[in-house]
DNA sequence: GCTATATTCAACCATATGGTTATATATTGC
DNA sequence: GCAATATATAACCATATGGTTGAATATAGC
């Protein structure tokens, strides 16, 4: 069994909450990246995108490689595969509920002509 | 391509981020619960149970039938599903990166050892 | 109609989040 | 050594979050 509560679950999914984050992460997924370019296509300051990256790397999501003056920042698979485990927890219900979906709406189907009847 | 940036998916993975609230979604993979039910496991009042209730539903997460005074609830698994396919937009990043973990921690070690080299 | 039950709503509190600006720290390269 | 660059830190602000308590609403059942 997947755990539900985890403080790494927490902070992942919470870091996952954010679409500048989410963005972030693409661009880490094409390869590593220093601070200023991951900061270049968002609109806000660079001690913004210093805070966000201080999620992703508490989340444990990207690893920071410190060249000189630059960080290197790199995505670590890790936490999104924790996530998507514990996603996937619910996948048997999902597939279970969409395979009988057609008779379900048929059951609710006859079950309110059923409650009609009875009120008539 | 997958979206990066919507509401959804930040209220998704927003309503995840809690482990409260994933508790309840395990509870409620088992079936259809109502409001009591659902607290019962959670040591805090009933407003909050209620709030935590109205995060997942503005997330899409869960529907909520009124019989009469009681509420029920069920899961929904449509965001689930996005937010899976959204991480799974990175799978190919991870396996493409565990393939070769292996190698990757040779050439680690090789570098650190010319490092070594260099140094003396 | 009255009481008990199921649930929400409102007001409040403490802390977290996402942003800002200004300042500090390292490192580079002349 | 000095100026420029890369990044983080501190202090601040507005709003969101997760909880509380107390009151309101709606339904059930005698």
Redesign the interface.
Known sequence: MVE???EL??????A????TR??M??QL?AGETCVTDLARPHAMSLAAVSKHLGVLEKAGLVKRQRNGRVHSLT?E?KP??D??A??????K??DA??DSFATYLEKLQKKETQQDDADQ
């Open positions: 539900y509560s985890s679950l927490d902070r992942t999914f919470g996952l909450a954010d679409p989410r963005q992460l693409a997924s995505l698979p999104m595969q996530a998507q514990w996603l996937d927890q619910y996948r219900f999902w509920n969409l």
